[in-house]
């Protein structure tokens, strides 16, 4: 048996550790390759040269060429940059906006701050696993409607969202589509060509890569504004100077996210399975979140009725093992989770949610380990829990 770490991490989810190919690839960008990307002498030569490289290299991952992406300062950043964009540059043509009820706050803010410059949104409903109300989608339409920003996968859930048919939908209208591929993007196949996409939102940390830094696609056809105002950096969009070891640490994860993806998603999906499986006969009453079928590779999110989440995570962490609770702690109160929410789960239940998401450095022994304390964690909690006591 191998022997195991002391800390056992299923926040993947949250962010990654950095690979050590990544570090290997970056150091040399922060001391002997310091150049700047614009300075004309060999230096910044080198420097502009490896960041033409990665952004070729980023666009080959997403069937499309180098020159439509741009990078940012993360998911966050991306997120901003894209609907601020095309709500500026498409005021002329109307100021609706479709977005889900289940965006991550990247989104979600921008859209509620663009209501209060006069845009008018729409948030389409999801069923109970997390997918978007097709229907409702195409009946949201107007002639006023310039983008549909619906994300890939979801944080929480896991549930992968049908994004070809909303391309196709967003296509036929002539509306631009925009995705938050944060979750997606180094787990699943992304074709930005056949799957309609006009923006996609992209986080370095999330893919075994460093913090700080992301990217944004965006389709040839599309009108993006300046985003930085400054020098002629991302091609006179985004001024500042480049973060060249950002950069080559994304690409490199990139790279490696991408060989060998379908492999290693066997792999973290037969862990996922087996996690699933041993939570729902080891531990009654539980049940999972999200899609059975249409999920991430990585994602176990699970609801453990009479206990609360946020007490199991604070036992496990005791345990040095790291999770996370299906809810957002916004001004120091946790309000549930606005996610399981809109899935229908009642406010009550989604306290009881705790999500797991698993990465490639994870092993059995980990999984077995976890779920042996999870069901000492809970079987402790619900001898304690009055309402459990009447309930049985
Ligand atoms: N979008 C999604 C779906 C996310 O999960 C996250 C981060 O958790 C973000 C956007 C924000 O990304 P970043 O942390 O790089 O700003």
């Given at each position: 048996?191998?022997?195991?770490?002391?800390?056992?991490?299923?926040?993947?989810?949250?962010?990654?550790?950095?690979?050590?190919?990544?570090?290997?690839?970056?150091?040399?960008?922060?001391?002997?390759?310091?150049?700047?990307?614009?300075?004309?002498?060999?230096?910044?030569?080198?420097?502009?040269?490896?960041?033409?490289?990665?952004?070729?290299?980023?666009?080959?991952?997403?069937?499309?060429?180098?020159?439509?992406?741009?990078?940012?300062?993360?998911?966050?950043?991306?997120?901003?940059?894209?609907?601020?964009?095309?709500?500026?540059?498409?005021?002329?043509?109307?100021?609706?906006?479709?977005?889900?009820?289940?965006?991550?706050?990247?989104v979600l803010r921008v859209c509620e701050y663009l209501e209060t410059k006069g845009y008018e949104v729409t948030y389409i409903d999801v069923d109970k696993q997390g997918k978007v109300d097709l229907e409702q989608l195409q009946a949201s339409i107007r002639p006023t409607t310039i983008l549909i920003s619906i994300m890939y996968?979801?944080?929480?859930?896991?549930?992968?969202?049908?994004?070809?048919?909303?391309?196709?939908?967003?296509?036929?209208?002539?509306?631009?589509?925009?995705?938050?591929?944060?979750?997606?993007?180094?787990?699943?196949?992304?074709?930005?060509?056949?799957?309609?996409?006009?923006?996609?939102?992209?986080?370095?940390?999330?893919?075994?890569?460093?913090?700080?830094?992301?990217?944004?696609?965006?389709?040839?056809?599309?009108?993006?504004?300046?985003?930085?105002?400054?020098?002629?950096?991302?091609?006179?969009?985004?001024?500042?100077?480049?973060?060249?070891?950002?950069?080559?640490?994304?690409?490199?994860?990139?790279?490696?996210?991408?060989?060998?993806?379908?492999?290693?998603?066997?792999?973290?999906?037969?862990?996922?399975?087996?996690?699933?499986?041993?939570?729902?006969?080891?531990?009654?009453?539980?049940?999972?979140?999200?899609?059975?079928?249409?999920?991430?590779?990585?994602?176990?999110?699970?609801?453990?009725?009479?206990?609360?989440?946020?007490?199991?995570?604070?036992?496990?962490?005791?345990?040095?093992?790291?999770?996370?609770?299906?809810?957002?702690?916004?001004?120091?109160?946790?309000?549930?989770?606005?996610?399981?929410?809109?899935?229908?789960?009642?406010?009550?239940?989604?306290?009881?949610?705790?999500?797991?998401?698993?990465?490639?450095?994870?092993?059995?022994?980990?999984?077995?380990?976890?779920?042996?304390?999870?069901?000492?964690?809970?079987?402790?909690?619900?001898?304690?829990?009055?309402?459990?006591?009447?309930?049985?």
């Open positions: 048996m191998k022997k195991m770490k002391p800390l056992v991490y299923l926040d993947h989810a949250a962010t990654t550790p950095l690979k050590q190919e990544v570090v290997n690839a970056m150091l040399p960008y922060f001391s002997e390759c310091y150049g700047n990307p614009s300075a004309l002498y060999g230096l910044g030569e080198k420097s502009r040269n490896v960041i033409t490289e990665q952004r070729k290299m980023i666009a080959k991952t997403l069937g499309t060429k180098g020159q439509n992406i741009y990078f940012t300062s993360g998911g966050t950043e991306s997120d901003n940059w894209a609907i601020k964009s095309v709500a500026e540059q498409y005021r002329n043509r109307g100021n609706h906006i479709i977005t889900s009820k289940i965006e991550h706050h990247a996968a979801n944080n929480e859930v896991g549930t992968i969202q049908p994004i070809k048919d909303i391309g196709r939908i967003a296509k036929k209208c002539g509306i631009i589509f925009h995705t938050d591929a944060v979750q997606a993007y180094g787990q699943l196949d992304i074709d930005v060509e056949k799957e309609h996409i006009d923006l996609l939102s992209v986080s370095g940390h999330k893919i075994f890569g460093p913090k700080g830094i992301g990217f944004l696609y965006v389709g040839k056809d599309v009108k993006i504004g300046s985003w930085m105002h400054g020098g002629s950096q991302e091609r006179q969009k985004r001024a500042g100077t480049e973060n060249v070891a950002g950069i080559v640490g994304i690409g490199r994860a990139a790279e490696i996210a991408y060989t060998d993806r379908k492999r290693k998603n066997i792999i973290l999906m037969g862990l996922r399975d087996y996690l699933i499986q041993r939570i729902e006969q080891e531990i009654p009453y539980v049940f999972i979140n999200g899609s059975r079928k249409q999920r991430l590779p990585n994602n176990i999110s699970v609801c453990i009725p009479f206990v609360e989440a946020e007490t199991v995570l604070a036992l496990l962490d005791a345990m040095g093992i790291c999770v996370s609770v299906g809810s957002a702690c916004t001004s120091r109160q946790t309000e549930a989770s606005h996610v399981l929410l809109a899935m229908g789960m009642n406010e009550n239940l989604a306290h009881n949610v705790i999500r797991m998401t698993l990465g490639e450095e994870n092993t059995k022994e980990e999984v077995d380990f976890v779920v042996d304390k999870l069901r000492e964690c809970v079987e402790r909690l619900r001898r304690m829990s009055p309402n459990y006591e009447k309930f049985c």
